[in-house]
């Protein structure tokens, strides 16, 4: 219980952190001519106080999010479950914390089949130990089984969720992290345009405050190739 406590607690420092690198004066109706078609890729304004501040961080944000299943492992949890707690429960949980400043526009899709076992996708528990490619291949596997589908340049953020019940070094390997911006620049499907907005992956059993912490580093985006949330 102090644990999950703690991870809360670090996923609401982490977004008011955002907030205040993207303070501004709120608007009655956002800019939609600010939104470029890589959001990622956004630059940041500099204010003489506060510094940097993220382009991104306010407003709706258009998320897709795929629910993936490996062809040698069958998901632990149903998947109306996992659609409830990623669209309902984590614009509930963005709205709530940013008091109405942001919220989340999902599109749910799943089960999208991936063509390789686990072990082909499987990483470190480990930050500094995840294979960068397997990383990727999870990814953009996932992109292109849905791409006749998907206009992604609709979407500012991806999360891929993987269904395998996963704990430290156990079935996906990692619970949740932030692909892009962190361990990825880009991703793109198969023949197309490298897609540079915001990527997570969590897995199935992933808590709402992880989903909701490791979105809130996506959320900051990237300015002059760097992570503005650390």
């Known amino acids: 219980?102090?644990?999950?406590?703690?991870?809360?607690?670090?996923?609401?420092?982490?977004?008011?952190?955002?907030?205040?690198?993207?303070?501004?004066?709120?608007?009655?109706?956002?800019?939609?001519?600010?939104?470029?078609?890589?959001?990622?890729?956004?630059?940041?304004?500099?204010?003489?106080?506060?510094?940097?501040?993220?382009?991104?961080?306010?407003?709706?944000?258009?998320?897709?999010?795929?629910?993936?299943?490996?062809?040698?492992?069958?998901?632990?949890?149903?998947?109306?479950?996992?659609?409830?707690?990623?669209?309902?429960?984590?614009?509930?949980?963005?709205?709530?914390q940013s008091y109405g400043l942001t919220w989340v526009q999902a599109d749910f899709r799943g089960w999208v089949n991936l063509p390789d076992p686990i072990g082909s996708y499987k990483v470190s528990p480990y930050n500094f130990k995840v294979d960068r490619t397997r990383v990727k291949k999870l990814i953009e596997d996932s992109i292109t089984a849905v791409e006749k589908e998907v206009n992604f340049t609709q979407y500012q953020h991806i999360l891929v969720i993987p269904g395998a019940f996963t704990t430290p070094g156990k079935g996906y390997g990692m619970i949740c992290y932030c692909a892009n911006p962190g361990m990825l620049s880009g991703v793109r499907k198969k023949g197309g345009k490298p897609f540079r907005g915001g990527v997570c992956v969590a897995a199935e059993n992933a808590h709402l405050g992880m989903f909701a912490h490791d979105f809130f580093h996506a959320l900051g985006g990237i300015h002059k190739n760097k992570r503005l949330v650390p």
């Open 1 to 96: 219980m102090g644990k999950l406590i703690n991870r809360l607690t670090c996923s609401l420092f982490v977004f008011f952190f955002i907030l205040i690198l993207g303070c501004q004066e709120v608007r009655a109706k956002r800019d939609q001519g600010e939104l470029s078609s890589m959001p990622g890729t956004m630059p940041a304004k500099e204010d003489p106080i506060l510094g940097l501040q993220s382009q991104q961080a306010r407003g709706e944000q258009h998320m897709l999010i795929l629910a993936v299943k490996f062809p040698d492992v069958e998901p632990s949890f149903p998947l109306k479950r996992i659609r409830k707690k990623v669209t309902q429960g984590l614009n509930k949980y963005v709205k709530e």
